[in-house]
């Protein structure tokens, strides 16, 4: 089976990732997360001082701002900060910074299909690199099922998004991963023969799909979350590394 | 353009309406109205309702056959201080809105007004629905404020034309004015000018006049006598309306 | 109520309050309580959905309209048909624009000025349903390749909120195009002239009906607590104390049109799957009661 990107050879395939932390320097952290073509730059700025409208007395106020391509945002913007916004407030110990504000502020740089994904996975690094302080690691992958074969396309590009019947996006958080060292050892249920642990942080599915098909999805993107999580701790490891060095020297 | 909203094409217009040749449209030719069961001091019948938006303090639906109409009150509470002085009054903040699909043509984005049948009516509904409201969130008022519209309509064996509001009539002889009550939008189409009236029944107060357009002295003072005995009418329903909505309280309880 | 918490305050030293203020300084424990119980405060099961009414045709200047209550949420949603020209790289394709308000007449919750966050992501979840399911063919809405086409304004008036906006607004979009009713356009150099005959006749022929592909309706639900107690169709005070949401979207065959999860609390497919389970008998009950008023 050969897909219309012919980078690829498996419909399970994900696109090369690439990231790169602390790239801005007046933001207090920043990072780009890269799936293939597709490019989000994130920036963190806080916990700084907070309008007196918007403030918690028991918690930080999170603000995401996301910036289209190109144009000014509109209403998918807004969703897209909603969405993001939800998945990463709970993540964030927030009542370890009442009364301030943190603002994340996504920019698509480059637009290739996955852009929710994507910006899911340049916020956490980028949080990560401002050092506030994290409950969990979040992951996310889109996958479509494609309308002519009916497959589960991974990490699809645009112009398989256009062929798709449906579009599903999943974020993970990684309290699976830690509990059990080997992903192998995922307890399986019995009968449903999913890994009981697979717990959904965030998930939305447009198109037309059937109940079994939506399921399959998050299991093939719970299995490649896998994957993508592994790179951020590699990615984390890697610049604590070169700081240290940094440090020494 | 507007990038809080879905997007749709940048300029749309209602589609032009054509009458085929012979279609008698109404006309006040005689002295029947476009809705034949009323005589020309006869108000619409009115349903009046209150408490069917319940995170307000008060509220009320008001409904004139095609005119739609509900209300909000929420409050009182603490006003913004402006300019940091300190008031002993309070301010009362209205808001009136057209939903977009309420007239004829797509009213861009500018209270919900859910359906609007005639521009004077929908007013005096505003007026009749919001006391109600206010009573309804238990917001001490000197007394209910009832509204009630008229609109003076040339009648006679040549009509005036739609546009008549500015052009002068001088065959004076074979047109005479007649007052129509609550007036709806086809009617309102040939109207020479119009009031809208605000009256508190039980203190026998006017509290708002609006006549706009142009009549003899003494059409308007007749056409004010007859708002305000209109408005004594619907000050029954309105406190039908407030007595209902404390018998079911009871029942609540 | 209030009688015996004054009796019971004389009677014992200890602090007391009523339910009502209980209620507002401790929602989440107050809720604990009727939850551990199997029941909510107003007295619904915790699968259980509120009353739905589904009107059409409640405005007469609007081409379809619908009016749906879901418990105290009240949506009327109204469509109008206009003319525009059509997009350059789709010459025969309509205009399907659906947007919600959620003005300050329905809660105090929403301000005045520009449409909220949340009134922009339910127009925005509305507008992906409708064209990603291809609930109607935009090619319906041609009038005359190139030069017009038929725009349809979906507007939905939020007048009383109290929770779960998403399926009350759907459920009045469905409900108001299948209401809808345009009368055939003749177009004649660049005009565009409509009969304005009324003709309410049922059957008649100088107007037609939208072609709906499917009609997608949905059924929403909270988690609640630690526990991930799934509660139906939350109202204002369930949706306040939520951990995150679930809406299910789902067509009269059964097939899935949107599923969206948000929120804190991590889901186990299981739950998702209760959730499509009890979404596909609520839709059942949606359509049946859309159709009985028809």
């Known amino acids: 089976m050969s897909r219309l990107d012919r980078t690829r050879t498996s419909p399970h395939q994900l696109r090369p990732f690439f990231s790169s932390q602390n790239l801005l320097n007046r933001a207090d952290g920043s990072a780009q997360f890269d799936f293939g073509g597709s490019s989000v730059i994130c920036s963190v700025v806080g916990p700084a001082e907070v309008k007196i409208r918007d403030e918690k007395l028991d918690r930080a106020t999170i603000e995401i701002v996301a910036r289209p391509l190109v144009g000014l945002p509109g209403v998918k913007d807004k969703t897209l900060e909603r969405n993001i916004r939800e998945t990463l407030e709970p993540l964030i110990l927030s009542g370890l910074h009442p009364r301030t504000g943190i603002q994340i502020v996504v920019q698509t740089m480059k637009e290739d299909g996955c852009i929710l994904s994507t910006a899911f996975n340049a916020a956490i690094l980028a949080l990560l690199d401002a050092g506030i302080p994290l409950k969990s690691i979040l992951a996310s992958v889109t996958c479509i099922i494609d309308s002519r074969t009916n497959q589960i396309l991974l990490d699809p590009t645009i112009e398989e998004t256009t062929h798709a019947k449906s579009t599903h996006v999943f974020v993970f958080d990684n309290k699976v991963s830690i509990s059990s060292i080997n992903p192998e050892d995922v307890a399986m249920d019995e009968d449903s023969k999913e890994p009981s642990h697979t717990g959904i942080l965030f998930s939305d599915s447009t198109g037309l799909f059937t109940e079994d098909e939506f399921f399959e999805c998050a299991n093939a993107c719970f299995k490649a979350a896998q994957a993508v999580h592994g790179f951020i701790r590699t990615a984390v490891s890697k610049k604590l590394e070169k700081e240290y060095q940094q440090t020494r020297a | ?253 | ?294």
């Open chain 2, 1 to 253: 353009m507007d990038r809080k909203r879905v997007p749709g094409p940048e300029l749309s217009v209602a589609p032009l309406v054509e009458y085929p040749v012979g279609y008698k449209r109404w006309t006040p030719l005689e002295e029947k109205r476009h809705d034949l069961k009323r005589q020309t001091e006869d108000m619409r019948p009115i349903y009046l309702k209150t408490g069917l938006i319940n995170q307000a303090n008060g509220s009320a639906y008001i409904e004139l056959e095609k005119t739609k109409l509900a209300c909000g009150v929420y409050g009182p509470r603490p006003a913004k201080k402006l300019g940091g002085i300190l008031s002993t009054k309070g301010t009362l903040n209205c808001e009136i809105k057209f939903a977009t699909f309420s007239c004829a043509k797509r009213r861009s984005n500018v209270r919900v007004l859910l359906e609007s049948d005639g521009f004077g009516s929908c007013l005096a509904a505003a007026i009749t629905a919001a006391s109600v409201a206010l009573a309804h969130a238990g917001i001490e008022m000197l007394d209910l404020v009832a509204g009630c519209s008229a609109s003076y309509i040339q009648i006679g064996p040549n009509p005036a034309s739609i546009s008549s509001r500015t052009s002068s009539s001088k065959a004076r002889g074979s047109i005479s004015t007649q007052i129509f009550m609550d007036a709806d939008l086809e009617e309102e189409k040939y109207e020479q000018g119009a009031i809208v009236l605000a009256y508190m029944p039980s203190l026998n107060e006017i509290t708002h006049v609006l006549q706009s357009g142009k009549a003899e002295g003494s059409t308007i003072s007749k056409s004010v006598e007859y708002c305000v005995e209109a408005c004594n009418k619907i000050y029954a329903v309105m406190h039908h309306a407030l007595l209902e909505s404390i018998n079911e309280n009871k029942e609540a309880l």
């Open chain 3, 1 to 294: 109520m209030a009688s015996s918490t004054t009796a019971s305050l004389a009677a014992s030293p200890a602090f007391t309050f009523s339910a009502s203020t209980f209620q507002k300084l401790h929602p989440t424990e107050y809720f604990r309580k009727f939850v551990s119980q199997g029941v909510r405060p107003d007295g619904r099961l915790l699968n259980s959905f509120r009353p739905t009414t589904v009107h059409q045709g409640v405005i007469t200047t609007a081409n379809g309209s619908a009016m749906v209550r879901i418990g105290g949420t009240t949506v009327v949603c109204g469509v109008k048909a206009e003319v525009a020209e059509p997009k350059l790289d789709a010459p025969d394709q309509g205009y399907l624009v659906p947007n919600v308000d959620l003005s300050p007449i329905c809660s105090s919750a929403f301000r005045p000025g520009p449409p909220s966050e949340q009134a922009q992501v339910v127009s925005d979840q509305i507008n992906r349903v409708l064209k990603e399911s291809n609930v109607l063919d935009l090619k319906d809405l041609c009038i005359e390749e190139g030069k017009a086409v038929w725009s349809l304004w979906v507007d939905v008036v939020c007048v009383s909120y109290d929770g779960n906006i998403y399926d009350a607004s759907l459920t009045a979009v469905m409900a108001a195009l299948a209401n809808v009713r345009i009368r055939k356009p003749t177009y004649e150099e660049g005009v565009v002239k409509v009969s304005g005959v009324d003709n309410t006749d049922e059957d008649d022929n100088s107007s037609f009906k939208l072609k709906l592909a499917r009609t997608p309706l949905s059924a929403s639900f909270v988690l609640f607590d630690t526990s991930l107690t799934l509660l139906a169709d939350p109202n204002f005070a369930e949706e306040a104390i939520s951990e995150g949401q679930i809406s299910i979207t789902i067509d009269e065959q059964g097939k899935l049109c949107a599923v969206s999860k948000v929120g804190a609390a991590t889901t186990s497919l299981t739950s998702m799957r209760q959730c499509v389970d009890r979404a596909r008998e609520r839709s059942q009950e949606l359509r049946a009661i859309m159709n009985q008023h028809q």
